[in-house]
């Protein structure tokens, strides 16, 4: 039976015997990834800021997306719509019934890998694989049913510039797509022609990226939701903002009582290096970077990074010549950039036992290294420090979004391979969000919670929510809206 959160043991042990050149490198590497709380408070002071000049007309480092959803859902939409999830590595085809009860939905989907000659062949082909897919999807599910339109919400998280809900120009690939033709050009035409070929009866309601829907789909179910957010392979968030806020909108001449989610992309925080407590592990990881200068913050807490870092550090220790770890041993394998990923990381965290031998095991076989006492110790503080940071700095663009909107209490909905799968990270991220907004005793006003499915079940709503806007004449930010409904 689970009574509750443990607390997570304490590997400290004893420090007798560890050797003096190892002991001055667990202080250094103590100094160095540790952020205090006047600093946390330092962060997330210039985080509002900038969040505020990425909705000016100048704009700023973070780009603050307005994503033309422009309310929160009840939890009373009803219907059935599709939803199109297209991933780096999957295609995830689903219908979402949003039923008469309130905040519930019943979904069926199907899964189709993408192949790797897709990713880089013709946009021709990419998009009749695509509409194949959703055929063969619809053809299943409603087998000589006579269907004369399905609305579809399209998760396509790319980096898009978005004028309207229902079109999005790719401003570049990522995840290892390569597809020309494609990058500078509206997405929607070219995927509803694909699906019109095939006689696919879809039309493309909403063009979303993950993060609002991660949004949406937790409000659906949760009234006190504010705040969407990924901590995966990346990071970002989205939340809600008055149309009077957002300077770069004010040509549009809109009611600026109304709302907007805003997808903030926020990875790009501090690009200019003013406040983030970089070490000279960050900075190489940027420079070696295939964007250098870019996604700063991302750079420091996202799970594609966080192996690295602990990789580069433990070269760097065995480069050094006052520095005794791993003597004696070739680490060819530990040289391999990316080599080693965030769940890296957990396994040495959640190892259970004293003596750390399941680290000393998974040293072995994955970087073939026989390691000491003393040097599995390193290790443990070492993924320790690596992930506190990284939760303790996700924790300051969750409280600059709060700060900046005033919010005290609220429910965030969080998604991400970090969220769910890094130990202690959500708790870490708690104990940040105390410190920088001064908590007293033990309320915990901001809580975080495992997200909806904002790719699926987000897409749908999004859909619905657009819709429900055409019907009441909301029609700020949809491109020809007549016939959609």
């Not at 970089?278 to 700063?296: E, K, L, M, V, W």
Request: glycine share 8%; net charge negative.
């Amino acid at each position: 039976m689970v009574t509750g959160a443990k607390k997570p043991p304490s590997r400290k042990g004893s420090m007798a015997d560890v050797p003096k050149d190892l002991l001055e490198a667990h202080a250094e590497l103590e100094q160095l990834f540790t952020v205090d709380q006047t600093k946390l408070k330092e962060i997330t002071e210039h985080f509002v800021s900038e969040l505020a000049k990425g909705l000016s007309v100048e704009g700023g480092s973070i780009p603050m997306i307005p994503t033309w959803v422009m309310d929160y859902p009840t939890g009373h939409e009803t219907g059935t719509f599709l939803a199109l999830d297209m991933g780096g590595t999957n295609l995830r085809v689903c219908e979402v019934e949003l039923t008469e009860e309130k905040g519930e939905f019943d979904i069926i989907q199907s899964k189709y890998r993408l192949p790797e000659e897709i990713k880089s062949g013709s946009a021709e082909d990419m998009w009749e694989y695509i509409a194949e897919c959703i055929q063969q999807f619809i053809e299943y599910h409603h087998e000589e049913e006579n269907i004369e339109k399905l609305n579809l919400g399209f998760c396509f998280s790319y980096p898009v510039t978005q004028d309207y809900i229902n079109h999005g120009v790719l401003q570049r690939w990522t995840k290892g797509f390569d597809v020309p033709g494609i990058e500078g050009h509206d997405i929607v035409p070219m995927f509803e022609a694909a699906c019109k070929a095939r006689g696919v009866p879809i039309k493309l309601t909403a063009l979303i990226n993950d993060t609002t829907g991660t949004l949406i789909a937790s409000a659906y179910t949760d009234e006190q939701m504010k705040i969407g957010c990924i901590f995966g392979t990346g990071c970002n968030a989205a939340y809600f903002e008055d149309i009077g806020s957002i300077p770069k909108l004010a040509h549009l001449k809109l009611d600026p009582k109304l709302l907007i989610a805003i997808n903030c992309e926020y990875g790009a925080f501090d690009n200019e290096h003013v406040v983030l407590p970089r070490t000279p592990y960050d900075i190489a990881i940027d420079r070696d970077s295939p964007r250098p200068g870019q996604q700063a913050f991302e750079k420091m807490i996202a799970g594609l990074y966080l192996g690295e870092i602990f990789r580069l550090v433990l070269v760097d220790l065995h480069e050094r010549p006052g520095c005794h770890i791993f003597e004696g041993q070739k680490i060819d394998k530990l040289r391999k950039p990316y080599s080693l990923d965030s769940s890296f990381l957990s396994a040495i965290e959640e190892d259970p036992f004293e003596n750390l031998s399941e680290t000393h095991d998974l040293l072995q076989a994955k970087l073939g290294l026989v390691c000491t006492k003393p040097e599995l110790e390193l290790c443990r503080q070492l993924a320790e420090l690596i992930g506190t940071r990284a939760a303790r700095l996700s924790a300051c663009g969750v409280a600059a979004i709060c700060k900046k909107k005033n919010i005290e209490a609220c429910h965030v909905g969080a998604d991400g391979s970090v969220f769910n799968k890094y130990p202690h990270f959500k708790e870490r991220g708690a104990q940040a969000l105390r410190e920088i907004l001064d908590w007293k005793g033990k309320k915990q006003p901001i809580v975080l919670h495992p997200a909806e499915d904002g790719s699926g079940v987000g897409a749908a709503l999004i859909a619905a929510l657009t819709l429900q806007r055409i019907q009441k004449g909301n029609l700020a930010g949809i491109k020809n809206a007549v016939g959609m409904t």
